[in-house]
Every structure is written in structure tokens, then in C-alpha cells.
């Protein structure tokens, strides 16, 4: 996970601290309740910008998906 450090301190959790299923399901519970206006879009745009990130696109391209995301 990219903010792995960030969503233990969310809970509490020491480093150590194996991420299960259940803890995953209360880390996601919990950023939904501290961004309760905004969860959907933060998540919506991290995953475009992880998206465009990976992939090998020309400039042309990565233009048009950002136009997009702007919309």
C-alpha cells in the first residue's frame, strides 16, 4: 500500500503491525469517516493519477486523460 505509514497512524497501529483484511476494512472505514465529503473523489483521482503513472502514454495522451479528469 503507497500510504501505508499514513493509514497506520489513522489507527494507531505500530509499524510491526501485519495489515490484514480486517484491519485493511477498518483503515478504509476510517478514511471514509475523516473525509466524509470528500472520500470518493480522493480516491477516484488517486487511482487516475496512479493510472497515468504506470502507463506508457505519448504527451498527446496523457493530455487528453488530464482534460478529462479536469471535467
Not at 500500500?1 to 472505514?29: A, K, N, T
Not at 476510517?30 to 503513472?53: A, G, R, S, Y
Request: hydrophobic share 30%; charged share 30%.
Amino acid at each position: 500500500m503507497q500510504h501505508e505509514e499514513q493509514e497506520r497512524r489513522r489507527l494507531g497501529l505500530l509499524p510491526d503491525v501485519p495489515l490484514s483484511p480486517s484491519i485493511r476494512r477498518e483503515l478504509y472505514l476510517k478514511f471514509k469517516e475523516d473525509n466524509p465529503e470528500t472520500w470518493q473523489e480522493i480516491l477516484e483521482v488517486h487511482d487516475m493519477i496512479d493510472n497515468i503513472q504506470c502507463s506508457p502514454q505519448t504527451i498527446a495522451q496523457r493530455t487528453q486523460a488530464f482534460s478529462k479528469a479536469r471535467k
